[in-house]
C-alpha cells in the first residue's frame, strides 16, 4: 500500500518525482518491487473476474490456446499443400501419375482450419462483449458497496475523491481489457514458440535475430507508457477541472446562474486553456514514442527482407522446397508480428494495472469508524436515550483550527433540546459527531452511559432519525422520498400520508399530477416534477416523521419555510414526539421557547444553556438574540398594521 503513502505526501501540484536509485542493488529492488507489483495487481483483477464468472476465465483460456495453435497448425498445411502442387506440377509436365489425394489431405486440414478460425474469432468476440459488461457490474458494485462504509472524513480530502473519480472511470473497459491482453500473450506465446521451432530449421539464428530487433522497440513502448501513465495521474487535476468546467456549463441546476451571468463562455475559455496545457504535453509523448518506432520498424523491415533473399536463395540452390519459402518467410513474418503483439499486449497489461491501481487503493481505502470494542453493542432500541457530551473537541481533517472546542452537554432522555447559534458556529458539525459521521479529535460523547465508539456502527445509525440542513432530494416518487427514512420495512402507504399531513405536506401533493405517485425532478420522467425549495423542506419534514427513530435530529428544518408552516409543524412535533428525545437546531427562536433545554453555541464552545425564561433572566447571548428577532418581528408587524389602516382608508 505504499502507493498511498505516496499519495498522501504528495504536494498539492500533485508532482512527485522518483529518486534515482543509487545503486545496482537499489535499482534492483526498484524493478522487483515494479514486478511484484505487477503481478499482484493482475492477480487481484483475475480474482475479480473469477468472482464476476468463473467461466469467463476458462473460456477465454481455451481460445486463447486455440488461437495460438491455429496459425501454426496452418502454416504447416499451407506449406504441405504448396509441396505437393509443386510435386504434382511437375509430374504432370512429365506425364507421370500423381495421387490426388497427397494434396486433398493437407486441403482438408486447411478448410477445417478455416471454419475453425472463423468460428474462434465470432466466439471470442461473444464472450469479450458478454464479459466485458458482467466484469463492468462486478466493478460497479464493488465501488457502491465500498462507497457505502467509506468514512465521511475521507470526503473532505480531495486526493480522496481522486481516487474515487479514478476508480469509477477505470471500472468500465479496463479489467477485462487486461485480460484479454493477458490471454492474447497467451496465445501469442503459443505461437511464437511455434514458429521459432520452425525457423530452427532455416537457421538458429534467424529467430533471435527477429527478437532482438524487437528488443529496443520494447523497451521504447514501456517506458513511454510509464511516462504517459505519470503524465496523466500527475495532471488529475486538470482533468478533474476539465471534467468540471464542462459539468458546470452543462449541468441542469447551474442552467440558470450561466444563462444570465453569461458563464458558458468564462468556463469555455477555462476549459480550452487547461487543455491546452494539458495536451502539449500528451502530444509531446505521443509524437516521441510515434518517432522512435517508426525507426525501429524501419530498420526490422531491411532486416525481413534480407532474411526473405535468404531464404529465397535457398530455394533457388535447390536446399529448400517451394513450400519450405512460404513456410518460413510466413514464419519470420509470425515472429516478428507476434514480438510486437507481445509488446503491445504487455505494455497494455503493465498500463491497465498501473490504472488499476486507483480502483485497488480505493477499494482497499481503511474504514476507520469502527466499533472499538471486540464485541460491538447493540443499542437498546425503542426507548429514550442519554446523550452526553464530555470535553469534546473536533478538527476537520486538513482545517487549522477547532471547529468544536471542548463542548459539554447533558441530554436527558425524553427532552426536546434547541441547539442555537450564528451560522458557522458548528451546530451540524455537532450532529455529525452525535450520529458518528465523524470522531471526536479529543473528548467523548456517551450514549446510555457508553462511549458511542462502543456501538456497532449501523445499529447506532438506526437509532437516529435525521433530517440534514442540506438533505437529500431523490429522483423518485413523492411517496418514495417520504419513506426514505424507513428502508428497512417495505413502503407503507397509509404511514406516508399520515407523515405528509404531519409535515404540513399534504395539501401540495394532493395538487399534484399523479399525487403520491408523481415522479420527482426531471431526469427520467418526462412527466417528473420539480418542487420548490419550501415543498422540498416540508417532503423532508415529512420524511422525519416517517423515519422509525428513537432520537430525531432535525437540522434548521423550516429554514425555508413561512412563519406559519413552521409554527405548525412544531406544534405537530409538540403532540409526536412525546418520549422520543428530540434536537433541534435552528436560528429561528420562536421555536426554541418550548425546548426543554437550550443549548447556545458560539464558535464550537458551549458558552450558554438552560430553559427560554432561564436564559432570557440571564440577559446574554440567547437574550440578545432573542430580543434582535422579536424586535424584527415587532416592527414588521406595525408595519403590516400600518399597510392594514392605510387600506381602510383609501377604501
Ligand atoms: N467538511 C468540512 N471540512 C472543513 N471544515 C468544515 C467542514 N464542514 C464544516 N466546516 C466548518 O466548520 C464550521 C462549522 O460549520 P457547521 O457545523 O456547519 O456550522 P453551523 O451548522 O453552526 O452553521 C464552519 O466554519 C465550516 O466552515
Ligand atoms: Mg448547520
Given at each position: 500500500m505504499d502507493n498511498r503513502t505516496n499519495g498522501a505526501r504528495r504536494h498539492p501540484g500533485g508532482k512527485q518525482k522518483e529518486e534515482r536509485p543509487k545503486t545496482f542493488g537499489e535499482a534492483m529492488r526498484r524493478v522487483g518491487k515494479v514486478i511484484g507489483g505487477f503481478f499482484s495487481r493482475l492477480g487481484y483483477i483475475f480474482k475479480l473476474v473469477w468472482e464476476?464468472?468463473?467461466?469467463?476465465?476458462?473460456?477465454?483460456?481455451?481460445?486463447?490456446?486455440?488461437?495460438?495453435?491455429?496459425?501454426?497448425?496452418?502454416?504447416?498445411?499451407?506449406?504441405?499443400i504448396l509441396n505437393e502442387l509443386a510435386a504434382a506440377y511437375s509430374a504432370a509436365k512429365l506425364g507421370q501419375s500423381f495421387d490426388f489425394w497427397l494434396i486433398m489431405r493437407p486441403l482438408i486440414i486447411e478448410f477445417v482450419l478455416i471454419f475453425i478460425t472463423s468460428l474462434s474469432t465470432n466466439v471470442d468476440t461473444i464472450v469479450r462483449r458478454i464479459a466485458g459488461e458482467l466484469v463492468v457490474h462486478t466493478v460497479k458494485l464493488k465501488i457502491m458497496k465500498k462507497a457505502k462504509n467509506v468514512?465521511?472524513?475521507?470526503?473532505?480530502?480531495?486526493?480522496?475523491?481522486?481516487?474515487?473519480?479514478?476508480?469509477?472511470?477505470e471500472a468500465g473497459?479496463?479489467?477485462?481489457?487486461?485480460?484479454?491482453?493477458?490471454f492474447n500473450v497467451v496465445s501469442t506465446v503459443i505461437s511464437m514458440v511455434s514458429f521459432i521451432v520452425i525457423l530452427w530449421g532455416l537457421s538458429p539464428a534467424a529467430p533471435f535475430i527477429i527478437a532482438a530487433l524487437a528488443l529496443p522497440g520494447a523497451i521504447v513502448t514501456f517506458i513511454y507508457r510509464k511516462k504517459v501513465?505519470?503524465?496523466?495521474?500527475?495532471?488529475?487535476?486538470?482533468?478533474?477541472q476539465l471534467a468540471y468546467y464542462s459539468d458546470v456549463v452543462t449541468n441542469k441546476d447551474l442552467a440558470k446562474e450561466v444563462r444570465i451571468f453569461g458563464l458558458s463562455d468564462f468556463f469555455t475559455d477555462k476549459y480550452k486553456g487547461t487543455f491546452k496545457k494539458y495536451f502539449s504535453g500528451l502530444k509531446r509523448l505521443f509524437l516521441g514514442e510515434g518517432a522512435w518506432n517508426t525507426g525501429f520498424a524501419i530498420v526490422s523491415a531491411v532486416v525481413n527482407c534480407l532474411l526473405f533473399l535468404f531464404v529465397a536463395q535457398g530455394v533457388y540452390n535447390g536446399t529448400s522446397q517451394i513450400g519450405d519459402y512460404s513456410l518460413y518467410t510466413g514464419a519470420l513474418g509470425s515472429v516478428s508480428g507476434a514480438v510486437r503483439t507481445l509488446v503491445a499486449a504487455t505494455a497494455t497489461i503493465y498500463e491497465g494495472t498501473l490504472f488499476i491501481d486507483n480502483l485497488i487503493s480505493f477499494i482497499k481505502e481503511p474504514q476507520t469508524l469502527i466499533s472499538t470494542a471486540d464485541e460491538p453493542v447493540m443499542p437498546e432500541r425503542h426507548v429514550a436515550h442519554k446523550i452526553e457530551f464530555c470535553d469534546v473537541s473536533f478538527r476537520y481533517p486538513g482545517a487549522d483550527h477547532d471547529t468544536i472546542k471542548h463542548f459539554s452537554?447533558?441530554?436527558?432522555?425524553?427532552?426536546?433540546?434547541?441547539?442555537v447559534g450564528l451560522n458557522g458556529a458548528g451546530k451540524t458539525t455537532l450532529i455529525k459527531l452525535l450520529t458518528r459521521l465523524y470522531d471526536p479529535t479529543d473528548g467523548k460523547i456517551m450514549l446510555d452511559g457508553r462511549d458511542i465508539r462502543e456501538y456497532d456502527p449501523t445499529a447506532l445509525y438506526k437509532i437516529f432519525g435525521i433530517i440534514f440542513q442540506d438533505f437529500g432530494r431523490y429522483a423518485v416518487s413523492v411517496a418514495e422520498n417520504v419513506a426514505m427514512s424507513d428502508t428497512d420495512a417495505p413502503l407503507d402507504m397509509e404511514r406516508v400520508?399520515?407523515?405528509?399531513k404531519q409535515g404540513n405536506a399534504d395539501s401540495f401533493i394532493k395538487d399534484l399530477p399523479d399525487g403520491y405517485e408523481t415522479a420527482l425532478m426531471r431526469i427520467f420522467e418526462e412527466n417528473g416534477t420539480e418542487l420548490s425549495v419550501g415543498q422540498w423542506q416540508k417532503l423532508s419534514v415529512a420524511r422525519a416523521f416517517y423515519c422509525d427513530s428513537d432520537v430525531l435530529i432535525l437540522d434548521e428544518p423550516t429554514a425555508s419555510l413561512d412563519a406559519i408552516a413552521e409554527q405548525e409543524i412544531y406544534s405537530q412535533f409538540d403532540s409526536l414526539r412525546k418520549d422520543k428525545t428530540t434536537i433541534f437546531v435552528s436560528h429561528r427562536l420562536s421555536s426554541a421557547t418550548v425546548a426543554d433545554n437550550i443549548l447556545v453555541v458560539e464558535n464550537g464552545m458551549l458558552i450558554e444553556q438552560g430553559n427560554h425564561a432561564q436564559l432570557m433572566k440571564l440577559g446574554g447571548k440567547y437574550a440578545e438574540l432573542f430580543t434582535t428577532q422579536a424586535k424584527r418581528y415587532m416592527e414588521s408587524k406595525d408595519e403590516v398594521e400600518e399597510?392594514?389602516?392605510?387600506k381602510g382608508e383609501n377604501k
Open positions: 464476476t464468472r468463473p467461466w469467463i476465465l476458462f473460456a477465454m483460456l481455451g481460445l486463447a490456446i486455440l488461437e495460438g495453435a491455429l496459425p501454426v497448425v496452418k502454416a504447416l498445411a499451407a506449406a504441405e468514512d465521511m472524513q475521507s470526503f473532505d480530502r480531495p486526493e480522496f475523491y481522486e481516487k474515487l473519480e479514478n476508480a469509477s472511470r473497459n479496463r479489467p477485462i481489457q487486461i485480460i484479454g491482453s493477458t501513465f505519470s503524465f496523466v495521474r500527475m495532471r488529475s487535476k486538470d482533468r478533474r452537554a447533558t441530554i436527558n432522555p425524553g427532552d426536546t433540546v434547541v441547539l400520508k399520515e407523515s405528509a399597510y392594514e389602516n392605510t
